[in-house]
């Protein structure tokens, strides 16, 4: 939590700061890997804010992402902005073929200086996966890119707290993921700033796009508290990590936001103009209404939430009293003469002094 | 953390003990919504340690999991236990159709008194649908399951903290998963008991089946250490929690186990049999080499681990000098005179006192 940062790492922050992209993909393997001054490197990095353009896409399996993301890469680029694209699949040792293809097509892109690609599928770190995208996402910003692209896989926890970290929204789906009952349930009416329904060209998509627009109305009118929830899914929950603070109703007197439903068709280029349009519409819409600012807060109050969490895990694991504590009290959960709960009440005594709880 | 419990989880203490259904559903409702005193129920209810025997299951969507654990379930019940079948699909509300078409073939065994599923894909709990999906467990272990199964979709970190909690593992691929690399790198070499080749009639099927054999002959002999850790899955960091803690070095003495590679067609139950036998197999295994004990020490430790750090996150987070802080501190963060690692400091400082980091 010091300012002190170690010689080799205050050389890789003047590289980093003198636009060297090697440095760039080194301080985000320092951070992945969580090595020693990586939060220091983090908070030197991170003093002279810098913000990006960073759109978020997410989006089930299949759906087309990364073709999309190509698509607007090329774009950004043909607009001379530096892109930068992070792409967060925990599931890509499956995936195989697909993917895989997309990611070549990318790394053609990649030829291009003005474009960084780094894949990440870390599992097993410390701070989580989704805390440590954040933070690399914030790399990204500090080194200067102008526009940060970040694609996740799949509607995890991880996946939108990731999606969450951007100032726009994509939700992309396909007629064969689903209908817009199920885009409900996964919550993805409230992270969604712009809806795609690629492969718009197959069978079944006007009747999701018809339906999502159905189900977006619907939403506008508070209909929503009348969808069961499902399997578990509390769609008020969803913003429980702030991600997405701003509350729509405060937003009442300036300019507001209607969640288009676009269609395009990736692989041949369709729709991909009016993609881009919706963002630099929504861009322009956070900008005048005065959101942009709010969901930097959240994000900064989440990105704090993210290093505190991870410390405090540090911190218990890493105390002697602690790790004696948990050696000595494992055997007695198993004959029963403690429980979890028991033990891990003599644990927090020891961290937190017993006053506080 | 204290033994205190309300008049009304009392109540359903009591019903739960007497082997009440519908105290069991409600129990796992007070957890899974984390609601005042869920803590102390646990406690109470793991007083009395039973121990079910637990299989675990996991693999790619798609691969036929939900069919296997049903043809499973039935041939358990067959032989007169009693099973409990929990599944975890984090990303259930877009995989509609084949999934819910399991779900209902296993809602079929549903009507039968001895079997008892429930279904988990929350998302945005506080302590996590790991933590969560670990305590729901062990309450289908107190309330006297003698067997109790978990279906996991996918390899994320979730998925396999959810599946390490099993004592037997069985990873599900289908031909079209992907090779043998690939279930390396996931990590799957180190966490299965037993492979499963399902949907075994499709081409490719012999050939995973050869390669996977391989694989796991490679590891024995420790050649693994030559591959290449590709999109950042670090395999030597998958024991990491301890999931696994026992180290396969220490049991040489006793019996061993050589994980088999079993092929399926689960939808004509072909080779459900030797996937029964090698599931015993692997249980007698696990008894005679003390083994089991090994595992149920690491689980414990997992537990304990899963309590202390999210009542670190919720003592963090009702902290009102820490809220104060947060609150303070995030337009500095936005305007640049702080960033989220210095706020993070202070943060911790107020939580921990200042000498401890």
Do not use: C
């Amino acid at each position: 939590m010091t300012p002190g940062i170690s010689t080799e790492n205050q050389a890789l922050l003047e590289r980093f700061r003198a636009g060297k992209k090697v440095a760039l993909a080194r301080a985000i393997s320092l951070v992945e890997d969580e090595r020693p001054g990586f939060q220091a490197f983090l908070h030197a990095a991170l003093e002279t804010p810098r913000f990006s353009k960073r759109v978020g896409f997410t989006g089930p399996p299949g759906a087309g992402k990364s073709t999309l993301v190509a698509a607007l890469t090329r774009e950004f680029r043909d607009r001379s902005e530096d892109v930068a694209v992070v792409a967060v699949d925990p599931t890509s040792p499956y995936s195989g073929g697909a993917l895989l293809g997309d990611r070549i097509r990318m790394n053609d892109l990649a030829t291009d200086p003005g474009i960084f690609i780094r894949s990440m599928a870390t599992r097993g770190s410390l701070g989580g996966l989704a805390a440590t995208t954040r933070e690399v996402l914030d790399l990204m910003d500090a080194f200067g890119f102008q526009r940060v692209l970040v694609e996740t896989v799949g509607v995890g926890q991880t996946e939108l707290e990731i999606t969450g970290a951007a100032d726009t929204v994509v939700v992309i789906l396909v007629p064969e993921s689903g209908d817009a009952i199920q885009a409900m349930k996964a919550g993805l009416m409230e992270i969604a700033d712009i809806f795609v329904v690629n492969k718009s060209d197959r069978p079944g998509a006007d009747r999701l796009v018809k339906d999502l627009r159905l189900a977006l109305h619907l939403r506008e009118g508070e209909a929503l508290k009348d969808v069961p929830a499902h399997h578990g899914v509390d769609l008020k929950r969803m913003g429980a990590r702030g991600d997405r603070g701003e509350s729509e109703s405060e937003e009442a007197q300036g300019p507001t936001w209607e969640i288009p439903v676009l269609q395009t068709v990736a692989h041949s280029g369709e729709g991909v103009d009016d993609l881009l349009d919706a963002v630099a519409g929504h861009r322009a819409y956070l900008e005048e209404s005065g959101v942009l600012l709010k969901r930097r807060e959240a994000r900064a109050a989440d990105r704090v939430r993210d290093v505190v969490e991870r410390e405090l895990r540090k911190t218990a694991w890493n105390h002697p009293g602690v790790l004696r504590a948990l050696e000595a009290g494992v055997a007695g959960i198993v004959s029963g003469t403690e429980t979890p709960y028991s033990l891990a009440g003599s644990i927090l005594s020891e961290l937190l002094g017993s006053g506080t709880k």
